[in-house]
């Protein structure tokens, strides 16, 4: 599979306008129906009873959409003849594809040599359709190759940020890939205290500079961790004020993401709508809770609200349980949590405030430690296994354990 066939099935598509010119039942119905598709969220699909000379006619004076989708009847040299009269009135970045009658391989090579993204033969499965979309809207868009791995607490204290900050120097560091770390709760950020820098920037001014494009701008707001760790020194924004939008914090994204191809997000302590936008575009989401009841009780609700916005589907989310140890007689073993939350747990972290608290107190982080290293590499990282599968050859994988306190399942299965 390619890498944009890769991306094409498993993430929220990027914004982006289609439209599809058919004058066929079957090609109108399948291309309606890719509305319901929840990858197609943000994807405008207008649908057109139409032609070649209908498509032609609309860009007279119009912009052309990301992608258009033709059908047509005839594939003789005069439906050729056309698609070149289409060109001129196309924005450069605009592709096309073609439904034609008849499977025919010297029309298909004609066609991709004139720069047709592909061509279909009538009539289209809703599901062929909207993978052939998929694929060429993140081809034009240029969201490829780079992976969004979002943080994301059960409640507030439970170590998130700490794990994505350990996270991003190993996959950095030890897998040597480029990578930016960000934070998305404004003035509530302590990555600075983890990274050890003073924030000289806010998340205002970052998608300022996102917005207008400003790459030099953007450039001077990282702080360069490391040769590959770059990360936005944000945390100067006001703490009781909510000063972007999801859709601004998105542009963001979409910026980082053609520049860097590992992207992670802290989103504790972030609002609620950002939490929204990058979970339900991450490539991989990391949930991280403790093993008591308040964190897991939550971590139940929110893994269910994840999905709903990521399809339907828990694909790409890991579940890590965090201060192991914590408050032995109080926390559900392993083995019940997943009863519970009907989800595996990907990794156990102990509760070790000498070296996670320690640690920080001394501004030192935790792969510089030896044990801290170990945990690090041998039950964190493999967390990340399946987004990052080709970088990680070799890696070890966390033991399991169990334990038996039926009862609270009950009580984190129970509604409050
Ligand atoms: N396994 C652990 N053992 C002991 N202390 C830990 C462990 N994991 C994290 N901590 C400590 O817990 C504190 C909270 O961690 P962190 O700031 O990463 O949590 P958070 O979930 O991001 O919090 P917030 O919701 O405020 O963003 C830190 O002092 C951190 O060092
Ligand atoms: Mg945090």
């Known amino acids: 599979m390619s890498e944009a066939e890769n991306q094409a099935t498993s993430i929220l598509l990027p914004s982006s306008g289609v439209a599809v010119y058919s004058r066929d039942k079957t090609t109108v119905v399948s291309a309606q129906a890719i509305k319901e598709d929840w990858r197609f969220a943000r994807v ?77 033969v009538r009539p289209v499965e809703t599901s062929i ?23 994301a607490g059960a409640k507030g ?15 950095s560091e030890t897998l040597g890939q480029k990578t930016i770390l960000l934070d998305a709760s404004g003035g509530w950020s302590t990555l600075g205290v983890g990274m050890g820098f003073e924030p000289s920037t806010t998340l205002a001014e970052a998608v300022r500079a ?32 909510q000063s972007i939008t999801a859709s601004q914090y998105e542009r963001l994204l979409d910026m980082l993401m053609v520049k860097y191809p590992v992207v992670l997000v802290d989103l504790s302590a972030s609002a609620s709508d950002l939490k929204n936008a990058v979970l339900a575009r991450a ?8 093993a008591t009841l308040p964190a897991l009780r939550l971590g139940r609700s929110v893994l269910q609200e994840m999905k709903e916005i990521r399809g339907d589907s828990d694909e790409g989310i890991e579940m890590v349980i965090n201060m192991q140890g914590f408050a032995p007689a109080n926390e559900v073993p392993k083995a019940d949590i997943e009863k519970a939350m009907d989800f595996k747990p990907a990794a156990m972290i102990p509760f070790d405030p000498k070296l996670f608290v320690g640690n920080e107190s001394e501004g030192k982080k ?15 990282l493999p967390v990340l296994q399946r987004t990052l599968a080709s970088d990680l050859a070799g890696t070890q994988v966390v033991e399991e354990q169990s334990g038996g306190i039926g009862g609270l399942i009950n009580k984190i299965t129970k509604k409050a």
């Open 283 to 290: 490539n991989q989401v990391v949930l991280v809770s403790t």
């Open 44 to 120: 405008d699909i207008q649908v057109s009873e139409g032609d070649i000379e209908t498509a032609i006619e609309a860009y007279q004076n119009a912009p052309s959409p990301d992608l258009i989708i033709v059908q047509t009847d005839t594939v003789d040299e005069s439906f050729t003849g056309r698609l070149e009269a289409l060109a001129p009135h196309c924005s450069e970045g605009t592709a096309a594809i073609v439904i034609g009658p008849e499977n025919d391989v010297y029309l298909y090579r004609q066609m991709i040599e004139m720069g047709v993204s592909d061509y279909l």
């Open 129 to 151: 359709l909207a993978d052939v979309i998929a694929k060429t809207v993140i081809e034009k868009i240029g969201v490829t190759g780079s992976r969004l791995i979002a943080f």
């Open 210 to 241: 996102a917005e207008a494009q400003d790459e030099d701008s953007l450039a001077r707001m990282l702080f360069k961790a490391s040769d590959h760790l770059s990360v936005l020194a944000s945390g100067g924004d006001a703490m009781l004020e």
């Open 157 to 171: 204290g439970v170590g998130t940020s700490v794990i994505a900050q350990s996270l991003a120097w190993a996959v």
């Open 366 to 380: 935790l792969i510089d430690d030896k044990a801290g290293n170990a945990l690090v590499h041998n039950v964190l």
